[in-house]
């Protein structure tokens, strides 16, 4: 009985539903987290009779067919880009992308990644750093004896040094855009890398050529919306349960088939 | 009397089979833009068995046949989502979306941009506009899609509307003559040529359209086909007990003296 397997496929389905909400839920409180959505299609169609077939010599039409379908599969779990709140944290290392782009991260191994977690640290050497230590592109040192840091909206970092009343601009974070955001594969640590769909990194500044300006001393928070997280995970729960109900009632078919036989 | 088996048999492979359409529209009860199945069973009539000189009149024998299926044209309800690149449609019209085995119409609004910068669908299908794709430029941004489905960008630095193309629209005078191609995507047979979509339909940015299989309804159908299943299957074995009994007593042969 097919209806078995088809049931199979839409429980799998909302099993995996449940698994992006709860990586959406885990990851409410990340800063620059962007939310998953999981986007199921239909499955083939087994078309036992065409529509328009011909039903009779005379030339009638079939005006309805019969079409039955093989179930429901996961055509992508693709991420919602849209800006998360910012919070103030009054941190002058915290930066906020408002808008289109993300940071660029230098890896250990000389690769590139990309991140929209602007909680910065400065490391032994004063340079600008993610919390896990990797720099900050172009690589901003900050000299021992600074005060005064600042971010400002176009991404420029400036200190002032002792003996001098005037700030120094040290340098000026890039921004880095892709035509497409959600086809960058995310890394783990807030970390993204380009993949062929994400199309290739466009290199800028904050505030130009469509990229986001920056908020010193603001996070981004999480895009993950509680209230929407919590009613898909109602649907999806009663949708694995009435797809478990298709399976018992093909079941109870099956056997009551069975039982004909004596 | 053997039509009794044969008549429940036809009744038994139809529900069969509407219990299998069941399933895949519970399957895709969270499939954005999917539209559920229905089944459609007639009489079959057989064909009399009996000659006209015959003395009795022969009653003529049904059958149910599953004549076809149709699809729920009905709209799903509209998610708001606030993504930029989802779109709902208000108004009984059909995205058209170029695919690889030609084109095809999806009330799936939830959109990607891919690579080449192309506004696609989530398996990569390019959405039209009047026959060719929608392409962003590397520099655009705040993707606004109206009412009427003109896709406007701001490019680069500057603040005007840039506009990129229309969203394609198409609607059929008859949509039961579609058939569903998988992937959330319809296909027109030969000779079903789409119209424009009526006045009146308009495009929703930041929303999507969910599925409209109606959960309750689906459950309800599916315990009705259960228990229908189950008793067909009683009359069945009481036919089959009735046959048994026949045999047995009427083979027993008169005992000398009785």
């Known amino acids: 009985m097919r209806a078995l397997d088809t049931a199979a496929t839409g429980m799998a389905a909302m099993d995996l539903q449940v698994q992006v909400i709860a990586g959406n839920i885990a990851n409410m409180s990340t800063t620059g987290f962007k939310s998953q959505r999981a986007e199921f299609q239909d499955l083939i169609y087994e078309h036992v009779q065409r529509i328009g077939a011909q039903a009779s010599d005379q030339g009638n039409i079939l005006p309805v067919g019969i079409e039955l379908g093989s179930g429901v599969k996961t055509v992508g779990t693709p991420r919602l880009m849209t800006q998360g709140a910012l919070l103030q944290t009054g941190n002058q290392l915290d930066v906020a992308l408002q808008g289109d782009g993300w940071f660029k991260i230098q890896m250990p191994d000389g690769t590139f990644t990309y991140t929209r977690d602007g909680s910065f640290k400065q490391d032994s050497q004063g340079r600008i750093v993610t919390a896990e230590g990797n720099i900050v592109q172009p690589t901003i040192t900050i000299p021992q004896n600074a005060t005064g840091l600042t971010v400002n909206n176009q991404g420029q ?78 649907a999806a729960q009663r949708a694995y349960e009435m797809n478990s109900k298709v399976i018992t009632a093909a079941d109870e078919m099956l056997q009551t088939t069975a039982q004909l036989m004596r | 009397m053997e039509n009794m088996l044969l008549v429940g048999l036809s009744r038994q492979v139809a529900l069969g089979q509407e219990l299998e359409m069941i399933a895949n529209n519970v399957a895709n009860i969270d499939t954005n833009g999917y539209k559920a199945d229905k089944t459609l069973f007639s009489e079959f009539l057989s064909p009399r068995a009996s000659d006209q000189t015959f003395n009795g009149r022969d009653q003529r024998v049904s059958f149910v046949e599953d004549r076809g299926t149709f699809v729920n044209m009905a709209p799903g309800a509209i998610q708001r989502t606030g993504n930029p690149l989802d779109v709902a449609i208000d108004g009984n019209a059909f995205l058209v979306v170029q695919t690889a085995r030609g084109q095809r119409y999806t009330r799936n609004g939830a959109l ?9 669908t989530s398996n990569g299908d390019q959405v039209l506009n009047n026959g060719t794709p929608i392409t962003f430029q590397n520099t655009d941004h705040n993707i606004v899609i109206s009412g009427s489905g003109i896709v406007t960008v701001q490019e680069g630095n500057s ?35 789409p119209n424009p979509a009526p006045a009146g339909t308009a495009i929703v940015q930041g929303a999507i359209e ?14 009705e086909i259960t228990r229908s299943y189950t008793d067909i299957a009683n009359i069945l074995s009481q036919e089959g007990d009735l046959r048994k009994n026949a045999l047995s007593q009427l083979s027993q042969a008169p005992t000398a003296g009785s």
């Open chain 1, 157 to 234: 970092v400036s200190v002032t040094v002792p003996g001098s009343t005037t700030s120094q601009i040290l340098g000026q974070f890039t921004i880095t855009r892709f035509t497409n955001n959600a086809g960058l594969q995310a890394q783990g640590s807030n970390l993204f890398t380009q993949t062929p769909a994400s199309g290739n990194p466009q290199d800028g500044l904050a505030g130009t050529d469509g990229a986001g300006t920056l908020q010193q001393g603001f996070l981004e928070q999480s895009n993950v919306e509680a209230v929407t997280e919590i009613s898909n995970l109602i």
């Open chain 2, 112 to 120: 990607q941009i891919n690579g080449a910068g192309q506004l696609v």
């Open chain 2, 159 to 193: 603040t005007a509307d840039s506009p990129r193309g229309t969203l394609q629209l198409a609607s059929f005078p008859n949509p039961q003559l579609l058939e569903k191609d998988g992937a959330s995507t319809f296909m027109a047979p030969a000779g079903v040529n």
């Open chain 2, 210 to 223: 969910k599925s409209n299989v109606n959960g309750v309804a689906e459950m309800a159908r599916m315990i």
